[in-house]
């Protein structure tokens, strides 16, 4: 009985502030409308220049070729290499094109004529993935036998078919929501009743430590049920995605991450004295935990001390877990060696929350 009027006060603090309930609502809903559009690893709008010597009937077709791509920006024509250079240098361009100047005779002896791409790397995905699109197109020009073969090879997408990089973000944006909305909350609880001076009067009363610590939990479990739920329905409305394993799956997936930020954000809040420092320390693993997991490249990019991380990062098993169920189809018996090192991570979370309130009657 005394547990559920604790969960009571937690909710009527929720309610009364004048924040709280809005950022609920609106977080999630900013999040899986704005995010899907610009975590795109996809790589266009790269800005090419190009240096006819040639100024032949051929080269000026490969030009019209490199111009039509959607790709590309096209930049227009530079007389000179090193001309071309100075917009690299300016930042007006990412790659250049030289076509040299036996470009047309070469091709009508049969030849193979040397094109020089030079490709701005300081965005290394850019400069590789430009100069790459740049090189097919010079390669169907120059060698149209070359792909014709390559025309007949045949290529089967599993799962993501069309290539939407959409559906590969969206069960990952779910850690992000997670992450926030059941990590940071409880982070500013208990330091935040510090600073007002309630917690004294909780110390005082014969409430259990199990009890007040459940109490600031289960709040959040109710909030994450609600908050994956909006994340859920905003997929299908917006983008017409919908998860190709069972829902329920992605349910307790999503509980068992909320348990261990919701622990976790406790346990700062249980040895932090000001919410400044709760800020900080919270955000520093935040960080940590979402760059080593994962999220945005993959983990077996990673040198092997970094990925050797993961075994602990209960966002990786979650990560993982998730787009196996949403864009894959599988079940639990897929993922449930996931699900066990969740269950873990949690249990020792949970326990260790509980442990860490002082309580001094």
Known sequence: MTLKYLIQKEFLQIRRNAFLPRLIVAFPIVIMCVMPWVMNMEVK????????????????????SIEASSYFIFQGQQPTYQLALDEVEKSRTDVVAV???????????????????????????????????????????VNPEVMAMQSRVSTLFLYNKHLNFKLFMIPALFAIVMMLM???????NIVGEKEAGTIEQINVTPVSKWSFILAKLIP???????VITVCLLLAWAVYGITSAGPLWVVYLLSLSLALFWSSFGL?????????????????????????????????????????????????????????????????????????????????????????????NS
């Open 45 to 64: 709008n790269v800005k090419v220049t190009v240096v006819d010597n040639d100024r032949s009937t051929l080269s000026q077709q490969l030009v019209h």
């Open 99 to 141: 076509i040299p100047q036996d470009y047309s005779r070469d091709l009508a002896l049969g030849r193979q004529p040397q094109v020089l791409i030079a490709a701005n790397a300081v965005n290394g995905t850019k400069g590789g993935m430009g100069s790459t699109y740049l090189t097919q197109i010079v390669t169907a020009h």
């Open 182 to 188: 059941t990590g940071f909350l409880p982070a500013l």
């Open 220 to 226: 959040y479990w109710i909030i994450a049920l609600f």
């Open 267 to 359: 346990i700062i809040s249980n040895y932090s004295d000001t919410m400044q420092q709760a800020i900080f320390v919270m955000w520093f693993f935040v960080v940590m935990m979402l760059l080593l997991s994962g999220l945005f490249t993959p983990s077996r990019s990673m040198p092997s001390w970094a990925y050797a991380t993961t075994y602990v990062n209960p966002m990786s098993y979650f990560i993982d877990a998730v787009r196996t169920v949403f864009i894959r189809g599988g079940g639990l018996a897929s993922i449930w060696h996931q699900v066990l090192a969740l269950c873990v991570i949690d249990l020792v979370m949970a326990c260790w929350a509980i442990l860490s309130y002082k309580k």
